[in-house]
């Protein structure tokens, strides 16, 4: 594995290396026992003999030698590339481990993955061009891929890896590398995924720490031309000017430890097709990246944030190709929207440093992943289709730093996640080595680290769930965060509090305890940068910088029309654990392997086996606890024939008489182990736990008398000698530091101050010339803007009023011309028919027929001269349009979702943004909270999603019954929606006979009438007029249009012809069909109603039914569905209780099933009147009396016909804000719903309006959501969605329309919230609260076929 250049040649082996077997054990589960001892030993002997690998099942352990080995050469590779089973017929090798993999990915045409894992400077990048080299000569690939490969490992080592506390080379990044093969095992191409960079170090690094290593590399490689470009200093000090290199000295780099130099990097790039172009474009960027971290502030904490040194800014402005003024007015201030005006904010020095911080992490990190990108590109797959992958995944370790934060957790994490992968693959093992033996397994279990990963990653409680959820609180914070986990996870095995540290707590990963500092996680985990600075970098001059901040463009809906980015917050850990699980998933999905890569010692050196290091590494790395795992159970695999010779000792000779199993069985018997600790194979003999630790205690009591005092002699011998050179070596290492340290300190001062002194006046001078300048020029800029816009603003609203009034004069002439003439035409056809004349005019017979109705050439009535007057904006009609087309609408397809965009503009400001404006003039939404910035308003993607939503819903739904041949096959409003449809109910101007087909009764009407027998019930039709008052009709419906509520004050109420009862048929000449009437209407100032009702004969004659028009029934027709009902009903002995609970509108919602009325009244029945007093709108308990017997007239519900309910649920009309839930037997209707699984549900949007923080909105939400069919929903994960599980009759949630089973899709347009997150929102903020809700209970109750339970 790793540098095997550090150290000379050692000599030759006697034997090649295929064919070493070397001493020891190369099985580790064939060692004796797995005590650490046993394994370091066997490891120890191995490494010195030069054999650097062992092999555990699917485990491969390499040992760094550090030093060149005799194991690479191509005798060796032909030997594993010729072998069928290197893994069993040859040494244990990484050439095996690649083989095997090459090999089982073409045999069982399966893709497979390698996962390399070890510190840095454990070889895990040699191993990983071992591994790519032998894959390279066996796939044939003919191309320079194989290069192409290898050469980006210089490149991201470069990029990714710096120098911490433990090794000089760490990998602060994952890696996964997949290579990509055809099915004749062909390379095709190759796919790199990299995980977390660690962003925290470029702007802070701990004591003893250094940044990537590209940053020096780059400070001393660049050529006398580029640093004259840059304004570096000549000679090697330069990396001694960056403050981010954290150097004291330019000898303190120990460039020996760095993957490669600038020669070599940028020979590496030249490789790389994509990024060859671009070496001047990354080095001008890494360069920006080392002058932001010199750029300081003067004052400190909340003074007002001025820059020291005008010059560093000039310098970062002049490399990423931008005006210094603004990116020092973008990082020093904030232009923030106050009422109508606009201000600039001066930011405090600490908030000037977070954002200078943010943009050199963001110009960083977004280079890592251009780099990566185009190295993709680079290696993308051609030629044949790509069948399997082998992926090789580098993975960092797990970290315990002096101090750790996010970046620990989340690196630890993911070694848990990968960890139990690893245990489960090699228990495989262990379990096929017990089936070969003959040894019943069914009894073997053995621990995995389930609990710990759901500890940190369980939905809604686990620590990274609860720091995601703790982001979208204002009030959220390092400290209640860590309060809440403290609470939740208070009695977890795994989760403890650090006493002596109220800011910290501390997690038992599998390889130990690691104490985490909570502070700074929120800040970390948001990941914020200023709106200001993006723009900035997208205007820049550089089309490079251009590229790195570009904004990934959404899919589009139609044509040039954009999706809007969602305004829900996702964090740094949301991204993590996303590409995690896909990481997880992808390599569940392939055969693994798993070699883990480790070093002899902490110093680099050959044939240097220190115990400490290496027992470390195999506890942090897995080691120790895979093969305990391999072995749990019976752990300890002994021979017969070694059992019985090594143990005869410890049990009386007679025992030992017999050989074989036998003699095993006597032995152990003999010995006190009973049946139950031992299992007898076919050639060993498996050992429970403990078994052989007792046996050899036995066994070596009598020697431990004897050397003990020996041993305690050399030891302490051993221990003083150690002890007085590590002090010898401290003092010496002590003074010699000081020396230097005092003398670095003396320079620097003296030479600090010569240039300061020189170059300070000159600096102070330029600087304020260049500002007045730039001030006066940017003053005559605004002023000459401001006037030119004013300008055109005036003339442009001049001229688009002379248009306005011209085309309404004009069009105004042409609609009185065309009136007259119409109205004359008529008249004088009229008079022709009177008179018994004009019958063959089928042109004017046409026009008499649609007139008489209302109908002018099948379109629609317009109200004026404005075609838009009948939509009764609130908004202007240019408005509305505008923001409908910038929503993705087409104005004439669409027009009947034009109110979306209606309310749109309608809405407040959603709570917790803020406006500000960007250093080009452009606004944009900042939300201090989260840290988010949006260019487009926060509620834009609300709104699309919810057009999106409806217009899907639409188009389902006709197109449906299109393709059903019912009626309403086209939208309401488009052509293919005739006047003869309006025509064609019972009781109008055409009937259906007995063959189906229309027949005509006469010209007005007026033909020959059918005679009725005369039933019991009769059917009248009734045609009235309805002004629509501002929030709409006033009424609930059933799916079928038949009116259930009337509300007091509404539309209806005040016109007083419709009733309890009525179904409506048709809306302003519109036939509803099996349409509900939500989804015909258009709102406008007037609507004409036409209603269908029924009475009985013996009724007496009611005003309404003088105006009313009686209808023939149909034969087979269905029974009415509202039935008036006469019952007595008596009062609870002893209680006087009646037994049953109603609403405000009087509809009973709850009956004791033990009550008194029980078998009499139902959920859903509406009280008309008590004891012969009408009700009307007073309400029943107002106006019963206390009477033993009460007479109630009841009206009853019956369920609706299957076809027409097919797909529906009973909803309340979109015209009014309460909500009417009337179950009766609708268990029935929602039974012969389950058919009908595949129609979605309807979509509506709810506002709720909190004057102050205890204003109560009357609703609870469920805890838990299982009951529910999340899948429905789109939903995945287990998070606890928000569904309303009661409303409170009465309360703001009920008359806002919020009935119990609705589920929140989102709240001020922020989707995707939690139940806790929308109850805390709702419960602690105040405002106007606009609510996305889908009828999640009806639904998920037709899916289930379940009956509904009464609303409470």
Avoid at 460 to 482: H, K, N, Q, R
Avoid at 491 to 501: K, V
Avoid at 565 to 587: M, P, Y
Avoid at 708 to 716: G, I, T, W
Wanted: aromatic share 8%.
């Amino acid at each position: 594995p790793s540098a095997h250049s550090c150290a000379p040649e050692c000599s030759a082996m006697p034997k090649a290396a295929y064919e070493d077997w070397g001493p020891g054990c190369s099985e580790l589960s064939s060692l004796k026992s797995a005590t650490d001892k046993a394994l370091l030993d066997n490891t120890e002997e191995r490494y010195k003999a030069g054999n650097i690998y062992t092999r555990s099942g699917r485990l491969l352990l390499a040992v760094n030698p550090y030093k060149k080995l005799p194991l690479y050469t191509d005798e060796t590779l032909q030997a594993y590339k010729s072998s069928l089973a290197p893994q069993v017929e040859l040494p244990p090798h990484v050439y095996a481990v690649a083989a095997s993999a090459h090999s089982g990915m073409l045999q069982n045409s399966m893709s497979q993955s390698v996962i390399i894992s070890g510190e840095s400077g454990a070889g895990k990048t040699e191993t990983a061009k071992i591994l790519l080299e032998y894959l390279a000569e066996v796939s044939c690939s003919g191309s320079d891929l194989h290069k192409r490969v290898l050469k980006t490992n210089p490149i991201m080592e470069s990029f990714g890896c710096a120098k911490t506390v433990w090794n000089n080379n760490s990998s602060r990044f994952g890696k996964f590398l997949t290579l990509q093969f055809s099915a004749s095992g062909r390379m095709q191409g190759a796919f790199m995924k990299t995980y977390l960079l660690e962003k925290s170090r470029i702007t802070s690094q701990l004591p003893g720490e250094q940044n990537y290593h590209v940053l020096y590399t780059v400070a001393k490689g660049l050529s006398s031309a580029q640093r004259t470009e840059f304004g570096l200093p000549k000679g090697s000090d330069a990396v001694e000017s960056f403050k981010l290199l954290n150097l004291k000295k330019a000898g303190d780099v120990k460039w020996a430890d760095f993957p490669c130099d600038f020669k070599e990097l940028t020979e590496a790039f030249a490789v790389i097709p994509s990024l060859n172009d671009k070496q001047a474009s990354c080095w001008r960027v890494i360069m920006a990246v080392l002058y932001l971290g010199n750029l300081s502030f003067t004052g400190q904490g909340e003074d007002d944030a001025k820059v020291k040194d005008p010059a560093v800014v000039a310098a970062v402005a002049r490399l990423l190709s931008c005006e210094t003024a603004q990116l020092e007015k973008a990082i020093c201030t904030q232009n923030m929207k106050a009422g109508l005006d606009w201000i600039s904010k001066p930011n405090t020095v600490a908030y000037a440093s977070d954002v200078k911080n943010a943009l050199t992490k963001a110009l960083y990190s977004r280079l890592f992943d251009y780099i990566v990108e185009m190295v993709n590109v680079s290696l993308e797959k051609s030629g044949d289709e790509m069948r399997y992958f082998i992926g090789a995944v580098d993975i960092f370790g797990f970290e315990c730093f002096p101090t750790n934060s996010l970046e620990q957790l989340c690196i630890n994490f993911a070694n848990e996640k990968l960890q139990k992968m690893f245990t489960q693959a090699v228990f495989e093992s262990v379990l096929s080595e017990y089936q070969k033996e003959g040894i019943d397994v069914g009894d073997i279990t053995y621990e995995d680290n389930k609990l710990l990963v759901e500890l940190i990653d369980k939905p809604a409680t686990g620590i990274l769930s609860l720091l995601a959820e703790e982001c979208f609180f204002p009030s959220g914070s390092d400290a209640s965060w860590l309060q809440k986990i403290k609470s939740q996870h208070a009695r977890h095995a795994n989760f403890s509090e650090e006493r002596l540290d109220r800011t910290a707590f501390t997690i038992s990963h599998y390889p130990g305890k690691v104490t985490y500092q909570s502070t700074g996680f929120l800040e970390k985990n948001k990941d914020p940068l200023s709106q200001d600075l993006v723009v900035l970098m997208q205007f820049s001059d550089d089309d490079f910088v251009k590229t790195l901040f570009e904004e990934k463009q959404s899919t589009a809906m139609a044509g040039s029309v954009r999706r809007f980015k969602s305004a829900k917050f996702v964090g740094l850990i949301d991204g993590f654990r996303t590409s995690l699980n896909q990481l997880v998933k992808t390599l569940e999905a392939t055969k693994t392997h798993f070699i883990r890569c480790v070093k002899p010692n902490m110093d680099k050196k050959p044939d240097n086996f220190v115990f400490d290091v290496m027992q470390r590494q195999l506890y942090t790395s897995g080691v120790v606890q895979a093969v305990q795992a391999t072995r749990k159970g019976f752990p300890d695999h002994l021979p017969f024939a070694e059992l019985l010779s090594r143990f005869e000792l410890v049990v009386p000779k007679s025992a030992t008489n017999k050989k074989g199993a036998d003699g095993v069985r006597a032995l152990l018997s003999s010995a006190g182990v009973s049946d139950k600790e031992f299992r007898i194979g076919k050639t060993k003999v498996f050992l429970g736990v403990g078994v052989l630790d007792q046996l050899e205690q036995r066994r070596m009591e009598y020697i431990a008398s004897k050397v003990l005092s020996m041993q305690m002699l050399v030891r302490a011998y051993n221990a003083r000698k150690r002890l007085k050179l590590l002090r010898d070596e401290k003092a010496r290492a002590a003074k010699a530091k000081a020396e230097a340290e005092a003398a670095a300190r003396a320079a620097e001062e003296a030479a600090r101050k010569e240039r300061e002194a020189a170059e300070a006046t000159a600096a102070a001078q330029k600087a304020k010339e260049e500002e007045e300048a730039e001030k006066e020029r940017q003053t005559r800029f605004q002023r000459a803007r401001q006037m030119s816009f004013e300008r055109n603003t005036a003339k442009k609203r001049r001229e688009q009023a002379e248009k306005a009034k011209a085309a309404e004069a004009a069009a105004k002439a042409t609609a009185d011309a065309t009136k007259d003439l119409d109205a004359e035409k008529l008249a004088k056809f009229q008079q022709e028919v009177a008179d018994g004349g004009g019958v063959d005019n089928k042109e004017m017979m046409n026009v008499a027929v649609v007139s008489d109705i209302g109908w002018k050439g099948g379109a629609e009535p317009a109200q004026g001269d404005d075609v838009w007057a009948q939509y009764d904006f609130k908004c202007a009609v240019s408005d509305v349009l505008e923001y409908a087309e910038y929503l993705g609408m087409d104005i004439k397809q669409d027009a009947h979702l034009l109110w979306i965009a209606d309310e749109a503009l309608q809405a407040p400001e959603p709570q917790g943004w803020e406006q500000r404006l960007d250093p080009k003039g452009g606004v944009y939404y900042y939300h201090p909270t989260t840290g988010m910035s949006l260019n487009q308003h926060p509620l834009d993607h609300h709104y699309q999603q919810f057009y999106l939503q409806m217009k899907a819903q639409y188009d389902a739904m006709y197109t449906s019954k299109g393709d059903a041949g019912g009626e309403g096959g086209a939208k309401p409003g488009t052509a293919a929606q005739a006047p003869i449809e309006f025509l064609a109910y019972k009781g109008g101007p055409y009937e259906e006979g007995s063959g189906g087909a229309a027949q005509k009764k006469g010209l007005f009407g007026m033909g020959k009438k059918k005679e009725v027998k005369g039933p019991v019930e009769e059917m009248w039709e009734l045609s009235c007029q309805l002004d629509r008052q501002q929030d709409g009709l006033g009424i609930g419906l059933t799916l079928d249009n038949i009116i259930v509520e009337v509300e007091p004050g509404g539309s209806v109420a005040t016109q007083g012809e419709l009733q309890y009862g009525d179904k409506i048929v048709a809306v302003d000449n519109n036939t509803l069909g099996h349409r509900m009437l939500k989804d015909v209407i258009v709102p406008q100032r007037t609507h004409q109603l036409i209603v269908k009702y029924a009475r009985m004969s013996t009724q007496p004659p009611s005003p309404r039914r003088e105006r009313a028009k009686k209808l023939v029934p149909d034969k087979g027709a269905a029974p009415r569905r509202i039935e008036e009902i006469e019952v007595k009903i008596r009062r609870e002995k002893g209680t006087g209780r009646l037994g049953f609970g109603i609403d405000a509108m009087n509809t009973i919602v709850e009956v004791d099933p033990n009550g008194p009325v029980a078998g009499q009244l139902q959920v859903g029945d509406k009280i008309i009147s008590v004891d012969g007093s009408k009700l009307n709108f007073k309400r029943f308990v107002d106006t019963v009396g206390r009477t033993e017997e009460h007479i109630l007239c009841i009206a009853r519900l019956h369920a609706a016909d299957p076809s027409i309910a097919a797909g529906r649920g009973l909803k309340k009309s979109k015209s009014r804000k309460s909500a009417t839930s009337l179950q009766g037997s609708g268990s029935q209707l929602l039974r012969s719903q389950s058919r009908y699984s595949e129609k979605m549900p309807a979509l509506r949007e709810v506002r709720l309006i909190k004057e102050t923080d205890e204003t109560k909105i009357g609703a609870v939400f469920h805890r838990s959501d299982d009951a529910f069919d999340k899948s429905f929903f789109n939903v995945e994960g287990s998070s606890v969605q928000p569904i309303i599980k009661k409303v409170d009759p009465g309360s703001m949630a009920e008359c806002s329309g919020l009935v119990p089973g609705d589920v929140v899709l989102s709240v001020n347009g922020i989707s995707g919230l939690s139940n806790f997150q929308v109850v805390e929102m709702l419960r602690k903020g105040q405002g106007v609260f606009n609510l996305v809700v889908i009828s999640g209970r009806q639904v998920q109750q037709t899916f289930t076929g379940a009956a509904p339970s009464p609303r409470r």
